[in-house]
């Protein structure tokens, strides 16, 4: 399945609010699978320094993750197919 990278800029936000807002992509993401329209939460990586946010997910395509931030109420730039080569452990 394909690889997008939802591209965030979050200025302000504190650890916290990162915390509820990676749990929203968690749990929509899931819900989100659970009626029909597969999608996986991978990761997020921030840049604090730049209030940067890099999340990625899993799924058939990019309208069904756009869907997923949409419902979670996660602000973004874009979303683009990427590529995730992290080594399988």
């Known amino acids: ?28 993401s899931q819900r989100f699978t659970k009626e029909g329209k597969p999608v996986r939460y991978i990761r997020t990586t921030f840049v604090p320094g730049e209030a940067h946010c890099m999340c990625l997910f ?3 395509n990019s309208e069904t993750v756009k869907q997923v931030n949409e419902a979670a109420r996660l602000p973004f730039n874009r ?3 990427a590529m995730d080569l992290t080594p399988k452990t």
Do not use: F, N, W
């Not at 399945?1 to 990676?22: C, E, F, H, K, T």
């Open 58 to 60: 899993e799924a058939q």
């Open 1 to 28: 399945m394909p690889v997008y990278m939802v591209d965030r800029s979050l200025p302000g936000i504190s650890m916290d609010q990162l915390a509820a807002a990676q749990k929203a992509a968690i749990e929509t």
């Open 79 to 81: 979303i683009i197919e």
